[in-house]
Structure formats: C-alpha cells, structure tokens
C-alpha cells in the first residue's frame, strides 16, 4: 500500500528564516509526487510536480526536490503570506491498471512577522 | 465559466438520511477524485474515477456510492449517513499527460455535518 509521511506536523517561523519540509514515501511505481499549498477553508492548491530522483524546481520562495524515497520542500526566506498548510502527494499505479494518488497529512506552516 | 463547483457547499443531515454531494468540472479531465478531510488524517480518497462509467475505491470507501456517468459529473452519495462521516470533503479532477496524472484540481469543498 502507498504510504506518505510529512514531517514535521508544525513549523513555526521566523520571517526571513528559511527551512525545509521533508516527505517520505512507499509507493508501488512512483508516476509522480506533488506539493500543494491549502489556506484554510479553501481546496489544495497546486505548486509542484516531480517525476524522477534528481528533479527540481523552484516557484519564487520554494524549492521541491525529489530523491528515490523522499521529497523536500526548501522554503527560503518566506513571508507571512507564506503561512499555509502543506501537502505532499504521491502518483502511483493500483493492480488495475489506474492511476492513484495518496497524499500525506501535511506541514502546517506559520510565519511570524 | 471554467473550473470545478461543489455543492452544496454547507450541509446538515440526520443519522440515517441519504445525501448526495455533487461534483461538476468543466474541463473534460479523465480522472475525479473525492476525498475527505479530518484533523489528524489529512485527506484521504474515498473513491476515484478513471473515465465515465469506471471508478474505484480508495482508502475509506464504506458507506459511500458513486457514479460517473458523463465525464463532467461524479457525485458521492451517502446512503445512510452517520455520525463519523461529519467531515470536510472535497472533489477534484486531473488531466493526463503523456500517460501520467497532471495536476488535480479541487473544489471548495462541502462541510458535511451530520446530527
């Protein structure tokens, strides 16, 4: 069974104090793992898509990055607005033949001005 | 006007009644997806579609129906909702491209209470 584990649950930051957040995975023939940003009351947001170990990519303050087992999230220097709940997902293939997408319990983000 | 709409976007039901959530996307997407979402639990898939007429189950699918009969719809209905399905849910929908899931795209969800 795909499985994804976000860490840590809370970050509490400093304006400008840049981090990370981690997101480990199992999952059976990854086909992708996403970042989403959720504001509450509101649906995920996407922010990111990475297919292969190595992959990188960046959106203003943000940096995913993919191993074979997990993924972080660099935040650099971030802002209030930043504050957010953070979701990692990951894409996999069940024994049918369709596409799945498991996602973790998220990192919820606080940024103190 | 493009995107994907939920409704209603409140709802309050007795144990034992039937409810049914719709899930409306204007963008053709082969796969939807309904999720709900807990404290403690993140989100979590109760049923999904691959196309019209194919779906499947998740991780939590007791006590929920769907169907997908035209691309654009899939609702969820709760056959005899309970206490424990008060929760948040939302819909979503994802394209393919080159064979793999494209980015999902999710509804404002509907808070479900049930008394």
């Known amino acids: 069974e795909d499985q994804v584990t976000q860490s840590p649950e809370a970050l509490r930051l400093q304006e400008g104090e840049s981090s990370s957040l981690n997101c480990s995975y199992t999952?059976?023939?990854?086909?992708?793992l996403f970042w989403y940003r959720q504001d509450p009351g509101k649906g995920p947001e996407f922010l990111f898509t990475l297919y292969s170990a190595g992959e990188e990519k960046e959106k203003e303050r943000l940096k995913a990055t993919l191993t074979k087992k997990e993924s972080f999230l660099h935040i650099t220097a971030p802002k209030p607005e930043d504050s957010a709940t953070y979701l990692c997902?990951?894409?996999?293939?069940?024994?049918?033949?369709?596409?799945?997408?498991?996602f973790g319990t998220g990192t919820k983000l606080q940024v103190i001005p | 006007d493009a995107g994907i709409t939920q409704s209603p976007r409140y709802k309050i039901t007795e144990t034992g009644r039937q409810v049914t959530l719709m899930c409306h996307q204007t963008?053709?997407?082969?796969?939807m997806f309904w999720y709900r979402q807990d404290l403690g639990h993140g989100l979590r898939l109760i049923y999904y579609s691959a196309a019209a007429d194919i779906t499947d189950k998740g991780e939590v699918p007791d006590g929920y129906v769907v169907s997908r009969s035209k691309t654009e719809n899939f609702p969820l209905t709760l056959e005899s909702a309970t206490r424990s399905q008060t929760s948040v849910y939302f819909c979503a929908s994802s394209g393919q491209v080159r064979g793999r899931l494209g980015e999902a795209f999710f509804g404002q969800g509907t808070r479900l209470t049930v008394v």
């Open positions: 999952v059976s023939g990854l086909r992708g």
């Open positions: 997902a990951v894409q996999g293939v069940n024994s049918g033949g369709y596409q799945k997408v498991t």
């Open positions: 963008w053709s997407h082969s796969y």
